[in-house]
């Protein structure tokens, strides 16, 4: 199946510094979805994006919706520890059709924040 | 509260076994998804019911199976035919297509290992 590519595969950076994270694909999603997953555990939705060239905050983060519909990213302002995880983008289907809700994953981010 | 619960929390497979997996939600969700996590890799669609006593294939439902005879339930069986089933098993669920786009939801997952 496909899959996004997500990039960087990793990041090591200090507390305090940005972080920008994205993912590209070769199809068109309705929805772009961005996931925190912290070891042993299920993703937790971060931000959900619904329309092309929508710009979404939620406290540090800000995600963008690409323009084309094929791509997204995702900031993360003065980092802290308690950002260590890895962060995954996904493409959503839209309603109607036997795809809907169908997500594509890309590989993840996985954040390392240095006190 | 309302969520998805999956369990076990870990289970241990022998040779030639077929386990059970567990998920519920008490969120009204229509559709429900099963995902497969393996080191370093995102997520893998395994099978997904949009409705009660429907479901299809995802990217790797082969050695899986699962049944939804119930809203809130959508078990995932690893039957023997699947050859390297250690993984992180993820549940998913959303509302449906009639709700407009939405996001997935997920569960805090089932870790599989052979014995």
């Known amino acids: 199946g496909q899959q996004l590519n997500q990039s960087p595969q990793s990041m090591f950076i200090q507390e305090g510094e940005d972080v920008s994270m994205n993912c590209t694909s070769s199809?068109?999603?309705?929805?772009w979805l961005w996931y925190k997953q912290d070891p042993g555990e299920g993703p937790v939705l971060l931000i959900a994006?619904?329309?092309?060239?929508e710009l979404t905050s939620n406290g540090r983060l800000t995600a963008q919706f690409g323009i084309t519909r094929k791509d997204s990213f995702l900031n993360i302002s003065a980092s802290i520890p308690s950002d260590v995880g890895i962060y995954f983008c996904?493409?959503?289907?839209?309603?109607?059709?036997?795809?809907?809700?169908?997500?594509?994953f890309g590989q993840g981010t996985i954040l390392t924040v240095h006190p | 509260d309302g969520g998805i619960t999956q369990s076990p929390k870990y289970l241990f497979r022998k040779e030639g076994q077929n386990v059970t997996l567990s998920c519920e939600q008490n969120?009204?969700?229509?559709?429900m998804y099963w995902y497969r996590q393996d080191p370093g890799q995102g997520l893998r669609l395994i099978y997904y019911s949009q409705i009660v006593n429907d479901f299809q294939k995802g990217d790797i439902a082969e050695g899986y199976s699962v049944s939804r005879e119930k809203k809130e339930s959508f078990p995932l069986t690893v039957t023997s035919a699947q050859k390297n089933p250690t993984a992180f098993y993820l549940c998913?669920?959303?509302?449906?297509?009639?709700?407009?786009?939405?996001?997935?939801?997920f569960g805090d997952g089932t870790r599989l290992s052979i014995l």
């Open positions: 994006l619904y329309k092309a060239g």
């Open positions: 969120l009204n969700h229509d559709a």
């Open positions: 998913a669920s959303m509302f449906g297509a009639d709700r407009g786009d939405q996001p997935q939801h």
């Open positions: 199809s068109i999603f309705n929805t």
């Open positions: 996904a493409g959503q289907r839209g309603a109607g059709g036997t795809s809907y809700g169908k997500l594509t």
